[in-house]
């Protein structure tokens, strides 16, 4: 490449990643975050010891930066542009020298390798990589048809961004192979795609220790194609020679299409998508025209090579010279909070994630660390799923700087065709009752219509055309356009059209919308049975086929049951020629037949036998009946297990399991990803049980998982271990204590509620799924029946209240409680009763606990607030024991917190002085108040004047508003204040002791406050003050102060 080229206006990839690459040649373009990952691992473990606090990380990672822009670490590995440009010369002419028949150094060929010259086709070997094609004639002029596929089998790396841009300098396509994937899987492509060469890596970058693949050996030994392995470090560093090849975009013939991408498909066998360049650059240069690139912004290339989103994600660095961090790809992959760490120490400019991803790492974005995420992040880019208003809204407030795109598209159109801009969505939500973020308008060059339903205003299926659409499908290397048609008369435009209608084909997506008065698409649905899960297209009628293969399953069918629109899993019902008592074992053999087939994504977390599948007036599976709640909960198995009886660590460790998996029962060695986890699930074990996730990797069942934790760790092991005897003898006094116990509750905030079923799945089920978070050291988080937990089953949580220490009440919306008892319940045991303590669920706090916990029902669910001198502050849900979020804070937590008049925050103080006010919902600072000293005192919450009343050892007394996050008032009290101080609503009164002895009230009837009177007691007093209210009329009402 070094003779002189002829400047041309985006003529193809090639050209611009030379001019890119060309003029700044010593620029760093590509950053292995080894250093950093490390880094953030040493962090970890200091976050972990007494001592170290939020505050002293910064300084703790800049100590270790060698440089600021782009951001590098000691350990990490860099490339410049001049680096890769030679690499890429390199490789090129060594992959056009294979393609003629040459040898190298790195291929392996198969055994009975034979090169045919001169055939009518060319020079070839035994699988030729030619595609032949079946198209309509009209569409295919003047195309290259014998164009050549390369296998590109790497997780993100430099060597496989060099590949890309490699095999498209020699005018060919490249097919990325996902590691990850099952042999079977990837043997099937390999196969029906006849690809040429696969090209893999040595490369560090890949430290998989599941699903490593030895390429090498296994491909090569089968004859299935010849394999080339490079390094950057070993063979990749310009020794061939100068590149003496044509440019692609100057060759007579257009070649038919660059890339080969295989998705889920609806006729039950994956097909590969033959996407073009002029789609690529399409979608290429409008980002960089909306939102461009100039040079000095840093991004992120986490996205599995499998999902097309990861192409623009390292072609909008490359080719704006713009510095690109690749994190360990089986590190960032076991454990997806780690992109929280990278965001915010390598500065990321731009963001791309399905909404799934975001959700999950949302309890990691809160305190201090988000703050240099906020300043950095300047785009984030959401596509692949349907994004709710609901996390679009959480979003938006965490980063209220950040422009939030919302695309949509397929594999088949590019990745993108319509998007829609954030920005504009509060204006429509003023006037339109929204459940998802709309998709917006066509990208440029894209035309798109509406095909409208019978009898439906402005919505029906998306059509797609112009620069974005693929050729075709690539089946057993012949092309199918099946889903290309003419636009049907029925169609409404979105946009101005780049060709008259008439003259092009359409792509017919599939998918349902709704044109809104503002121009913008809303997505409705699907018209066939594909499904988003975690961004990636998945047809069921593909997993259903796979099951019919079992050779112990007649018939089978998969559903897509979403829960509260939010949480979609999938649910498998098989009718099998065995007998019921062999009804796990099957589960159990179809589980690994599916793990060596499908991709993890596809793996069912629920299975469940029935004698037949329901079927429709026409003969057809009726999935309206599959999906039914009522048929869903004839189904349910009553399985009394052990899980009562057995209190261990490896209980622990398959309750961990299960509620990952989401199903009903777990084996001593059954394997976590066999049977079907991923990093997400994988994630969440981890932060259940507390240990590192990689242990999970090397470990992966329940037996070995609880080995190597009490040989290392202890963990856990005096804490969850219960007599067998006690347990035996209580089951028989079980039943008739709590039925007892549900008779005895009166009062009238309890309402009594029919006895009705659980509203859970059968068979292998996990009932966790209700929970939109992840399941945090739950040891039973199961859904409670009313005869297992009577007092949640009955009491009633229509109502907005909270309840804490004394049990103070304090309802939304009102000022005061006039009458405390009415908003409380008791029960009545005879004096020679007999009952005993069963526990629900446990929370592993990680150190003592010295506050009392605050209660709060709001939105029908009671949720459980409490800190520990751990720095751990938790919102568990109390009827599951579900952690719905976890922060640490700086200082250990000794004092209940309080909810605020609104319900929108949470305030607890802390040993370090601060007053932290948490997001209810999220737990995401909201403010942050430093006093002088220690905060051991519960704050009291001033409905009245929006005021949290709060005492710190600084002898103060703090009145904090709320909702504008100030400081209006403070008064010395004279000692340290531990207990909280009281309210007198009628009076507007305040008080407040403290250790010295003294007691003081202030007026809060209106600022300034004021100190009415001081007593002195003579005597410290640690406990919390009380106003009592005795019956009275109007004015008359006496009020007493209980001291302790």
Not at 566 to 581: F, H, K, P
């Amino acid at each position: 490449m070094a003779e002189k080229i002829e400047e041309k206006f985006h003529c193809c990839i090639s050209h611009e990643f030379f001019r890119a690459a060309s003029k700044n040649p010593n620029k760093v373009a590509v950053i292995h975050a080894y250093g950093g990952a490390r880094i953030f691992r040493e962090l970890r473990e200091k976050m972990d010891e007494s001592g170290f606090y939020h505050d002293q990380s910064d300084d703790f990672i800049a100590g270790r930066r060698v440089s600021s822009y782009p951001p590098v670490y000691e350990g990490d590995e860099c490339f410049t542009f001049s680096e890769i440009l030679d690499a890429v010369d390199d490789l090129s002419s060594r992959l056009r020298h294979i393609l003629d028949g040459g040898d190298d150094p790195n291929l392996i060929r198969p055994k009975d390798y034979v090169h045919q010259e001169d055939t009518k086709d060319g020079k070839t070997w035994e699988l030729s990589g030619k595609v032949n094609l079946i198209e309509n004639p009209a569409r295919i002029q003047n195309v290259n048809s014998s164009t050549k596929i390369f296998g590109i089998c790497m997780v993100p790396s430099v060597e496989y961004i060099i590949t890309v841009f490699s095999v498209l300098r020699c005018g060919e396509a490249f097919l990325p192979l996902d590691p990850s994937w099952p042999k079977d899987r990837l043997l099937s492509i390999i196969s029906s795609s006849k690809v040429a060469l696969i090209i893999s890596s040595g490369s560090s970058h890949y430290t998989c220790n599941h699903h490593h693949l030895n390429l090498s050996n296994w491909l090569v030994d089968q004859n299935y194609c010849s394999v080339l392995n490079i390094s950057m470090k070993a063979n990749l560093k310009g020794k061939f020679g100068q590149c003496n090849l044509g440019w692609p975009c100057e060759c007579r013939t257009m070649k038919t299409f660059c890339y080969l991408i295989y998705t889920s498909g609806s006729t039950g066998k994956p097909k590969g998508v033959c996407g073009t360049e002029q789609g690529l650059l399409n979608r290429f240069l409008w980002m960089q025209e909306l939102f461009p690139l100039l040079g000095g912004e840093v991004l992120l290339f986490k996205t599995s090579v499998s999902f097309i989103d990861h192409i623009q994600e390292f072609l909008s660095a490359i080719l704006t010279s713009t510095p690109l961090v690749l994190p360990p790809f089986e590190e960032f992959k076991a454990n997806p909070y780690y992109i929280v760490d990278f965001l915010k120490a390598y500065c990321i400019s731009r963001l791309t994630a399905v909404p799934s991803l975001m959700r999950s790492i949302l309890p990691a974005m809160h305190g201090p660390s988000v703050i240099q995420v906020q300043r950095s992040l300047k785009l984030l880019i959401l596509s692949g799923e349907v994004l709710s208003i609901s996390l679009w809204d959480m979003l938006q407030k965490l980063f209220p700087d950040t422009n939030i795109l919302n695309l949509y598209g397929s594999t088949e159109v590019s990745g993108d065709c319509t998007y829609f801009d954030c920005k504009k969505l509060p204006t429509i939500l003023e006037t339109e009752e929204l459940n998802s973020v709309p998709i917006g308008v066509p990208i440029p060059n894209c035309d798109v219509a509406l095909v409208q339903e019978l009898n439906a205003s402005r919505e029906g299926e998306i059509y797609v055309s112009g620069h974005c659409m693929s050729m075709g499908y690539l089946l057993n290397s012949t092309f199918m356009t099946s889903d290309h048609v003419e636009l049907p008369q029925n169609s409404i435009l979105i946009g101005p059209s780049i060709k008259n209608p008439g003259t092009q084909l359409y792509f017919k997506t599939g998918d349902i919308a709704r044109q809104l008065p503002t121009g913008d698409l809303v997505f409705l649905g699907r018209r066939d049975r594909i499904v988003k899960i975690n961004g990636q297209r998945v047809a069921l009628e593909e997993i259903e086929n796979t099951l019919r293969d079992h050779p112990d399953v007649v018939d089978a069918a998969v559903i897509h049951h979403k829960f509260q629109g939010e949480i979609g899993y999938l649910v498998a019902y098989l009718v099998s020629n065995r007998t019921d008592e062999f009804f796990k074992l099957l589960i159990s053999s179809v589980r690994s037949w599916l793990t060596r087939k499908l991709p993890p994504v596809m793996i069912p977390q629920h299975y469940l036998c029935i004698d037949s599948l329901p079927i429709s007036s026409t003969g057809k599976i009726d999935y309206a009946i599959l999906e039914g709640s009522e048929f869903l909960g004839q189904e349910i198995l009553n399985d009394t297990d052990d899980s009562e009886s057995v209190r261990c660590l490896k209980q622990t460790i398959k309750q961990a399991f299960c509620e990952a998996l989401m199903v009903e029962k777990v084996m001593d060695n059954d394997d976590f990803f066999m049977m079907g986890g991923n990093s997400i699930t994988a994630a969440q074990v981890a932060h259940t049980l507390g240990i590192d996730m990689r242990l999970l990797y090397v470990f992966p069942s329940p037996s070995k998982l609880q080995y190597v934790i009490v040989e290392r760790e202890r963990l856990y092991k005096d804490d969850m271990s219960i007599s067998h005897d006690w347990e035996e003898n209580s089951k028989a006094q079980k039943h008739s204590f709590l039925q007892s116990f549900d008779s005895s509750i009166s009062g009238p905030s309890i309402s009594k509620s029919p006895e009705r079923p659980l509203q859970v799945l059968s068979g292998h089920n996990d009932s966790s799924v209700s929970s939109k978070y992840l399941k945090v050291d739950s040891l039973n988080s199961s859904i409670l029946s009313e005869k297992r937990c009577s007092w949640i089953s009955n009491l009633d949580v229509s109502t907005a209240c909270s309840f804490s220490r004394c049990n103070m009440v304090m309802p939304e919306g009102e000022y005061e409680v006039k009458d405390q008892c009415q908003a409380s319940w008791s029960v009545e045991i005879p004096r020679n009763g007999k009952g005993y303590l069963h526990e629900l669920w446990r929370v592993h706090l990680e150190s003592c606990v010295d506050a009392s916990p605050l209660v709060v029902i709001h939105g029908g669910h009671m949720y459980l607030f409490i800190g520990s001198h751990s720095h751990i502050f938790v919102c568990v849900d109390a009827m599951s024991g579900s952690v719905q979020w976890k922060v640490k804070l700086e200082g250990r937590v000794e004092c209940s917190a309080v909810i605020v008049g609104d319900f929108t925050q949470i305030a607890v103080g802390c040993y370090k002085g601060k007053i932290y006010f948490l997001d209810f919902m999220t737990g995401n600072f909201s403010w942050i108040f430093q006093t002088g000293g220690e905060v051991k005192s519960q704050p009291v919450v001033d409905k009245r004047r929006n005021l949290i009343w709060c005492g710190s050892h600084d002898h103060n007394i703090y009145a904090l508003d709320y909702k504008n996050h100030c400081c209006i008032f403070k008064i010395s009290c004279g000692g340290s204040v531990f207990g909280s101080p009281s309210i007198d609503m009628v009076r507007d009164m305040l008080y407040v002791a403290s250790t010295s002895g003294r007691l003081t009230a202030i007026s809060v009837k209106a600022l300034p406050f004021s100190t009415m009177w001081l007593k002195e007691l003579g005597t410290p007093v640690f406990g919390s003050l009380s106003v009592s209210c005795r019956s009275g009329n109007g004015a008359q009402t006496s009020h007493d102060m209980l001291l302790g």
